[in-house]
């Protein structure tokens, strides 16, 4: 039976040049390297500059995705952008990013799922594919987390960096077997009875302020090594493949020992994982794509490959992508 399949034509990331270390952390917080390494990981992270907003991130992931796909921009009639950061409360911050581009046609809106964001965002993009409401879409997952954090807060700022990671995605005519190249199958779920054990103290309709990141760490890491086991599953079940048959394990990266305690979980061995935390901490919605660019760009991920996505983040929301890139 042919099917529409999503493909990835190509991958890109940005991070900012300012590098904050965990010494660095240490000069104004009550912390240590030592901790920080210890309890998840993260080595370092990039912190944009004053002048850096989300759509700069954004964009210059998107610019490096549509170099990577070798494609005429104005191919892209949709993006979608997955953010927690946007540049302003409203418009999305896609539409600075559409413009930027020169399309002036389309459609471009933001996605909030916070850590899950991009996930949540390629599932949107392949829906669209499947149903004729998009051709080649352009998805991004861009955040400047740093401007949510309390620093003074050392349970949470040592955790976040800034960055951005985009796909170029477009329809390809598939067999309707696991073989296919493209998203094989997507996952989404949320719990807002969770909602109070990670989010931003502030918004336009509750304070008129931003607000800052607050976090109950040991609940949002038991619940998240279940509820991602939960969504990997799901995906292998739909498919009815197995942990074996992954070659690639693309996670977002909030915390290492989540990561090792996942894989092990699942019976994934480490080699299998793309790392990217310890030296760019928890990047939200950048960092399932950024994790995915670095791994395809250092020549592991090759075409072919079963790939699987999987995130999970405030709200709580959490959900996976199985795909042969
Ligand atoms: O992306 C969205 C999803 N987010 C996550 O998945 C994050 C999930 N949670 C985590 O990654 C971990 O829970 C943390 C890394 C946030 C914390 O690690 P933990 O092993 O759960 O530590 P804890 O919260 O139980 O804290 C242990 C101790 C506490 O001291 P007491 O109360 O035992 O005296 C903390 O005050 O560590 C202390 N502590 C620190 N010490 C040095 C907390 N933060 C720090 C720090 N430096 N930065």
């Not at 009875?193 to 103290?201: G, N």
């Given at each position: 039976m042919s099917v529409i399949r999503t493909i990835v034509l190509g991958t890109g990331s940005y991070l900012p040049a300012r590098v904050m270390t965990n010494d660095d952390l240490s000069k104004t917080i009550d912390t240590t390297d030592e901790w920080i390494v210890e309890r998840t990981g993260i080595h370092r992270r990039h912190i944009a500059a004053d002048d850096e907003l989300t759509s700069h991130l954004a964009l210059a992931a998107a610019r490096a995705a549509i170099a990577d796909a070798g494609i005429d921009p104005q191919e892209i009639d949709t993006i979608i952008l997955a953010t927690t950061t946007p540049d302003n409360t409203f418009p999305a911050t896609a539409v600075t990013v559409q413009a930027e581009l020169g399309l002036y046609h389309g459609a471009a809106f933001d996605i909030q799922a916070v850590c899950s964001g991009f996930v949540y965002a390629l599932t949107i993009a392949d829906t669209f594919i499947r149903t004729g409401q998009s051709k080649t879409a352009l998805v991004i997952g861009a955040e400047t987390f740093s401007r949510l954090l309390?620093?003074?807060d050392r349970t949470t700022c040592v955790l976040f960096g800034d960055g951005a990671g985009a796909v170029v995605v477009t329809g390809m005519e598939g067999a309707g077997t696991n073989a296919d190249r493209g998203v094989l199958t997507a996952h989404l779920h949320s719990d807002g009875?969770?909602?109070?054990?990670?989010?931003?103290?502030?918004?336009p309709s509750s304070t008129q302020s931003t607000g800052h990141v607050r976090m109950e760490g040991r609940e949002v890491f038991r619940h998240a090594v279940v509820n991602i086991a939960e969504a990997i599953n799901e995906s292998l079940a739909a498919t009815g493949l197995t942990a074996d048959d992954i070659d690639w394990f693309v996670p977002h990266q909030a915390n290492k020992r989540i990561l090792d305690g996942t894989a092990k979980r699942i019976g994934l061995p480490p080699e299998k994982v793309v790392l990217t935390v310890a030296d760019q901490g928890n990047t939200s919605a950048a960092s399932v794509p950024l994790a995915l660019d670095t791994a395809v760009k250092d020549g592991r991920i090759k075409r072919g490959d079963l790939v699987l996505l999987e995130a999970m983040g405030g709200g709580f929301t959490w959900g996976s992508v199985l795909l042969r890139y």
């Open positions: 309390d620093w003074t009875r969770y909602k109070e054990k990670l989010y931003v103290d502030g918004g």
